[in-house]
């Protein structure tokens, strides 16, 4: 199979490194913004080769997306527009409301795969990619009932490969779902960064004092806002929402804080403690199962 892989950071470069371990990519082609980015993803055998869109879509049986959200959106249109009737594109972006209401009409909808892998670290760029990173994750795919049994068949193989489970949801649920077990973390890790580099400015000594428990709060920090801010600018009502419940319930802690009501404060503790079900993938699972059917297939 012939695969183009449109973005060669983090995530679209662990698929192709995956993609060629596993023999199902028999050609990989790399395409991205950054001249260095490509040379490295070739240096580094991610990719056989970089090509510009038209040559690297022209032959393509799978073209991946793993590019920021919002240039996704504007682009998805254009590309079904010329590439073969044959061939499937995937995304793997990390909201999809938008970029599946931007091909909605699209006469080739059908060839088109809205994905997203829940899986990832901190770090970006060629050098972040390696084997592994997929294994054993959920893969969400959104309106699936407007995607052909073809191209859903071809992006089953790919999900197989890199032994990932799929489940079924759709655009908004899946927005919602994220804001929350996502997004909302990043923004917490961003913003207690923040804080603490501006303490930092005036106590010298304080990173002296961080240990494991900082390290892991704040490592989402190092991520990349030019992946991120699109992804907060297109899941805004969403994240507001879990934004606005979040600044509700640090208020509600502050509250007792400052009452010295250890009483309360060890409640809102223990409470919190519950989110050992949503670790261990009770909650999150059952909330998407719901759609988890095979509805009529569209033929392309």
């Not at 995956?18 to 790399?30: H, I, P």
């Not at 999809?96 to 809205?114: D, G, L, S, Y």
């Not at 829940?118 to 969400?140: C, H, Q, V, Y």
């Not at 071809?154 to 999900?159: A, M």
Request: glycine share 6%.
């Amino acid at each position: 199979m012939k695969v183009t892989v449109v973005g060669l950071g983090l995530i679209g470069g662990s698929l192709a490194i995956d993609l060629r371990k596993t023999g199902l990519a028999t050609e990989l082609v790399g395409v991205d913004a950054s001249t260095t980015h490509g040379e490295r993803a070739v240096e580094l055998k991610i990719v056989d080769r970089i090509a510009d869109e038209s040559e690297a879509f022209a032959s393509a049986d799978l073209v991946i997306f793993a590019i920021p959200v919002n240039p996704l959106a504007g682009k998805l249109p254009q590309v079904l527009d010329s590439v073969a009737k044959q061939t499937v594109i995937m995304d793997v972006g990390s909201t999809k409301a938008q970029i599946c209401k931007a091909v909605t009409n699209h006469p080739r909808r059908a060839q088109f795969v809205a994905a997203h892998p829940i899986a990832g670290t901190e770090n970006s760029g060629p050098d972040a990619a390696f084997s592994g990173l997929f294994t054993g994750k959920t893969t969400i795919i959104c309106e699936h009932q407007r995607s052909s049994a073809e191209a859903l068949e071809l992006v089953g193989k790919v999900l197989d490969a890199l032994q990932m489970k799929t489940i079924y949801m759709q655009p908004d649920e899946h927005d919602k779902h994220v804001a929350y077990v996502s997004h909302l973390s990043h923004v917490s890790s961003f913003l207690l960064g923040q804080t603490v580099l501006d303490i930092e400015k005036d106590e010298k000594n304080i990173f002296t004092l961080a240990g494991s428990g900082f390290a892991s709060t704040v490592r989402l920090a190092k991520s990349s806002p030019g992946m991120w801010a699109p992804i907060f600018e297109q899941n805004m009502e969403y994240l507001s929402q879990a934004l606005q419940e979040y600044i509700i319930h640090l208020q509600r802690f502050q509250y007792h804080l400052m009452k010295k009501n250890t009483t309360e404060l060890y409640r809102i503790m223990t409470e919190a403690n519950e989110i050992r079900r949503i670790l261990d993938g009770t909650e999150f699972t059952s909330a998407t199962q719901k759609d988890n059917t095979q509805p009529e297939l569209v033929k392309a």
